[in-house]
């Protein structure tokens, strides 16, 4: 199936950006790219779709803001950071969307909530009212009170886990990559998209999976352990470039190529 026909066929889909996707050239959150998204979200809301998304980029927007902390690695310094970067993040997403009439949720969460029946009881009532009356949430991790014991770790993870949560119909992984390559494409011009995945554990086998980079805390591996979890509840899902002009309508439009990873 193709992506085109993925979105078409669903209703309800997640997107997760990473850091890389939302930071400009300058290391601050990209305003213009979020209200270029947030104009062709609006589009598919009103064409019947619903939307939520995790979102990365408290830390990057903490740097930003707070930049002479910049080497700072005291684990108390980066949970600061993240506290006053998650206003500037969440500010940056309410602005966007309400430029096109949208409205949007705020939801923090630690891999405790996901661990605990009654908190993944209110966790999964309160997508499906906000989304209901019209509100986009907007979901990342708890950085702020999060420590190893329960940190959920990068928000493919964390989309995997939302999507499940809502029974999603798609989840979509923007990264700063087109797709899964059968080979790092930096390093090995003759690397090649992998447009089409239905066996993950042979991909783990074939496919090298190079490393994080210097703002996120996910590589290929989280990606496809994301795309694997989804799957294990029958949602499909697409890994694809985030930074490219017009990317979700692109991605609508069959114009824009990435990996699909179906069961």
């Not at 966007?96 to 405790?112: K, N, S, V, Y």
Request: charged share 20%; with cysteine; aromatic share 6%.
């Amino acid at each position: 199936m193709v992506i085109r026909e993925l979105i078409a066929a669903s209703r309800k889909i997640v997107f997760k950006f990473g850091s890389h996707t939302l930071a400009g050239d300058d290391g601050a959150i990209n305003s213009v790219f979020l209200e270029e998204f947030a104009g062709q979200a609006a589009a598919l809301i009103a064409g019947g779709k619903r939307i939520v998304i995790v979102s990365s980029g408290a830390q990057v927007a903490g740097l930003s803001t707070l930049g002479k902390w910049t080497r700072k690695r005291d684990i108390h310094y980066r949970q600061a950071l993240c506290a006053v970067g998650q206003v500037r993040l969440m500010q940056a997403w309410q602005g966007a969307f309400e430029r096109h009439g949208c409205r949007i949720a705020q939801i923090l969460l630690t891999q405790d909530d996901f661990g605990d029946p009654i908190r993944t009881l209110n966790m999964r009532n309160t997508l499906f009212t906000l989304v209901d009356e019209g509100i986009i949430p907007i979901i990342n991790e708890n950085d702020t009170v999060s420590v190893e014991e329960i940190k959920i770790g990068d928000n493919d993870t964390l989309a995997a886990q939302s999507a499940i949560l809502w029974s999603a119909d798609l989840l979509v992984l923007f990264s700063d990559i087109d797709g899964l390559y059968s080979k790092s494409p930096k390093e090995f011009p003759d690397a090649e998209l992998v447009e089409e995945v239905r066996d993950i554990d042979d991909i783990r086998k074939n496919v090298s999976m190079g490393e994080a980079g210097s703002f996120g805390t996910g590589g290929i591996a989280t990606k496809l352990d994301a795309a694997q979890r989804a799957l294990s509840y029958g949602i499909p899902t697409i890994l694809t470039h985030g930074g490219k002009p017009r990317c979700l309508e692109a991605l609508a439009a069959g114009n824009q190529k990435g990996t699909v990873f179906l069961a």
